[in-house]
């Protein structure tokens, strides 16, 4: 139990560090990095909840593939003068208001909401046995999920045949 | 040392919601808006994979997995916007394009 609390602090310190220097870093390519540290906490946090099917899906997917995408992309397009002018909009102060008020409210929420699901006060329940993740993953989502399944695939093919056309240089 | 509970893991996806929502706010790159509409997505991948966990049900992870899907959607065709922006305007930074405004 110790041990997961250590585990615990350290990938929280991963994702929130990595995600505060992903937003405030002038170079793209620091960003990207960062947000590598930061999507690698999240699949540790994944692993500690025994959730191993979206640990390894964190980090093939969004690590390996969307992670890619993003260094590719920045490299493609020149972000050289971009890194050299001004970082934040106008509409920093705003933004920052607006996102205080959410986290505002969230802190509220989560100070004041804990009477309202008891279960959230209970401590994490450990490793259940019987059969895997993956195998419970799957027999839910082949089975009582298969229209939406069906559905999330025709909206990537959706995606990939957009971004092919807006990335071509003449349609 | 406490124990973690669910509590732990929505304070955590809710500051890492708001580092996001600050990203989408204030930054004028569009790479970087960009990964910061990532980072609220795992903000809300983490509180459903928490409360899949507390719960024991398994339909929050599934869900879950649907949230990566839109991700990676959503990132393929903005990067693909992108592009093109960069072709016929040669800027990535968001308020440099206001053709719609007046």
Do not use: C
């Amino acid at each position: 139990m110790l041990t997961d609390t250590i585990l615990f602090y350290i990938f929280a310190v991963m994702v929130l560090a990595g995600g505060i220097l992903t937003i405030t870093r002038r170079n793209a390519v620091h960003s990207a990095i960062s947000l590598i540290v930061s999507l690698l906490g999240v699949a540790g946090l994944y692993l500690l909840q025994q959730a191993e099917f979206l640990f390894a899906v964190q980090i093939v997917l969004y690590i390996g593939g969307i992670m890619v995408l993003f260094l590719f992309v920045i490299m493609l397009v020149n972000l050289d003068q971009a890194a050299k002018q001004r970082q934040f909009n106008k509409q920093w102060l705003i933004g920052l208001a607006a996102a205080g008020l959410v986290g505002a409210q969230l802190g509220w929420f989560i100070l004041k909401g804990t009477d309202a699901f008891a279960i959230a006060t209970t401590a994490m329940p450990g490793a259940s046995g019987g059969e895997g993740n993956t195998e419970r993953i799957a027999e839910v989502l082949f089975s009582q999920y298969l229209l939406p399944f069906e559905i999330a695939s025709i909206l990537l093919l959706v995606a990939v045949v957009g971004s092919v056309i807006m990335a071509k240089k003449r349609v | 040392m406490h124990p973690i509970t669910t509590v732990h893991y929505l304070a955590l996806s809710a500051a890492l919601l708001i580092i996001g929502t600050v990203g989408v706010l204030t930054r004028r790159n569009i790479v970087i808006i960009l990964m910061s509409i990532e980072l609220i997505l795992n903000a809300v991948n983490i509180n459903l994979v928490a409360f899949s966990h507390a719960l024991k049900n398994i339909d929050g992870q599934i869900f879950a997995i649907f949230v990566i899907t839109d991700a990676v959607a959503e990132a393929a065709v903005g990067l693909g916007i992108l592009i093109a922006l960069f072709r016929n305007k040669e800027t990535v930074l968001a308020d440099e394009v206001d053709l719609l405004k007046w």
